[in-house]
């Protein structure tokens, strides 16, 4: 079976953790790696983000979902971010296939250094996390009316101050958005990093609809509000609780997310594979 790549759709920081996914996609699974072929039994592709060099991948996800083909995406990780990468079939969220319900590796968030969280503190304040307008993530979602939605709910039940905090490189239409009782975080990228950004979690409550935000507030301890199509779906509470909030168990949640991801080390010897092989036709 062949797999192809499209190398002007990937990211500047793809190069080492492509490099290795396809020695192992190779190796470990007798794929035949070509370039650009849209002909090809498995595509691989990434990021679900049609923007920049990755805009032309959106063509490439369409021809190869919609010819019942599977479409393998690697995207940065949520756990150790530019440390460990997200592998999955279809999708990068919860309707991706990750392979990561059976088959556990309990001591597997040790080994890849990552700890689950106790939240000490918290400002009192509801924190609402945007997402880029560009990802597959947010298809058919107008991301505006979301905010809205959720600030609307909200001070229903609640007189918590809200914050919105956009994506560090998807500006808001402000003149959209419900400003009374909402406050606006604008991200600071942390020196010295590839595209880190700072972030507080000790918020009461994180609100996400699907993206790494979400994840993240979770192992950090907050609690959490997302849609079903994240990954953090499980430990999440609902919007209209949100001043009776549920205190969930996370451990197994957190063992399972820590299969979604990957490091380097383990790309190049496919430890992906095992995992994503029944997605693949294979």
């Known amino acids: 079976m062949t797999l192809t790549w499209f190398p002007n759709g990937c990211a500047l920081n793809s190069k080492d953790v492509m490099s290795k996914f396809l020695v192992s996609a190779n190796s470990r699974l007798g794929l035949d790696i070509q370039e650009n072929n849209m002909d090809a039994d498995i595509a691989v592709i990434w990021s679900v983000l049609w923007n920049g060099r990755m805009a032309s991948n959106q063509e490439v996800y369409n021809h190869f979902i919609n010819s019942g083909k599977p479409v393998i995406v690697i995207d940065v990780g949520a756990l150790k971010r530019n440390i460990t990468w997200k592998i999955a079939v279809n999708h990068i969220n919860a309707q991706g296939h990750y392979g990561h319900e059976d ?6 968030p040790q080994k890849l250094g990552v700890a689950l969280q106790t939240q000490q503190t918290n400002n009192g304040k ?31 039940s609640s007189d918590r101050p809200i914050v919105v905090r956009p994506h560090p490189r998807s500006v808001l239409n402000g003149n959209r958005l419900v400003r009374t009782g909402v ?53 999440s509470n609902t919007i209209n609780n949100i001043e009776n909030l549920t205190t969930f168990d996370r451990n197994d949640w957190f063992i399972k997310i820590c299969h979604t991801e990957y490091t380097v080390d383990e790309i190049a010897k496919g430890v992906w594979c095992d995992r994503l092989a029944p997605a693949l036709n294979l």
């Open 126 to 156: 509801i924190l609402i996390a945007g997402q880029h307008k560009k990802s597959l993530q947010l298809k058919d979602v107008d991301q505006e009316e979301w905010i809205n939605n959720q600030i609307r709910t909200i001070q229903q």
């Open 183 to 235: 406050e606006f975080e604008r991200p600071t990228k942390v020196a010295k990093s590839y595209d880190d950004f700072n972030i507080d979690y000790n918020y009461y409550t994180v609100i996400n609809y699907n993206s790494g935000p979400g994840i993240q507030a979770a192992i950090n301890g907050a609690q959490i509000v997302v849609d079903k199509t994240s990954l953090a779906y499980p430990v």
């Open 103 to 108: 088959n556990l590796d309990l001591d597997r």
